[in-house]
């Protein structure tokens, strides 16, 4: 949170979970931090973020990402997504999905992102997931997301952001096949003033 009151959030994942790998998301995550401190378009620190891998690797590394602002005193979203990143903002009348807007980070130093900026009403949330939790299968070899996750999350928009994010764990434990990739989910909660 910098000083002008923003909350910033972010939700990265890379291709594999090599060691190397980690080193990258590591670094995609200090930069972000000593990014988000001034950059207050979205945009612009996507393109910083991805200038920063790109000259900062051998040209090998590579992240997805949503990042965006929320401003608690007007509501204001602003959020944009890097690679096959997957966010959708649910409120009690309608689902709207975070498009990729540009290619992974570190991909091309001449990358442009495309921000959205939306109202955040009350007691609406923001989920963001790795493809882990996307692609994620029950017993019954269906998606999870679709039938058990989103759901749950639809109906459930009263509920705290944390124990939204326990009852995916707890959904992705007990009835999910074990994924190939690491299933991860950031809830951005607004709630009630």
Same mark, same amino acid.
């Given at each position: 949170c910098p000083k002008?009151? @923003?909350?910033h959030f972010a939700r990265g994942e890379a291709a594999d979970d090599s060691v190397s790998t980690a080193l990258t998301m590591a670094a995609v995550r200090a930069a972000w931090r000593a990014h988000a401190q001034y950059q207050r378009e979205v945009k612009k620190l996507l393109e910083q973020l991805n200038l920063t891998l790109w000259?900062?690797?051998?040209g090998d590394q590579s992240a997805i990402m949503v990042c965006g602002t929320v401003d608690p005193k007007t509501g204001t979203? @602003?959020?944009g997504a890097a690679g096959t990143a997957h966010a959708v903002l649910i409120t009690e009348k309608q689902h709207r999905v975070v498009p990729p807007s540009g290619a992974a980070l570190g991909v091309d130093p001449e990358s442009t992102y495309l921000p959205n900026r939306w109202k955040f009403p009350e007691n609406a949330i923001l989920v963001a997931t790795t493809t882990g939790i996307r692609e994620a299968t029950g017993v019954d070899q269906r998606p999870l997301w679709e039938t058990q996750i989103l759901p749950f999350l639809t109906s459930n928009l009263h509920l705290p952001a944390k124990t939204l994010a326990?009852?995916?764990?707890r959904s992705l434990e007990q009835n999910a096949v074990p994924p190939k990739k690491v299933p991860a989910v950031l809830v951005v909660k607004r709630r009630s003033s």
């Open positions: 002008d009151g @923003r909350i000259t900062g690797s051998a979203l @602003r959020v326990q009852n995916i764990q």
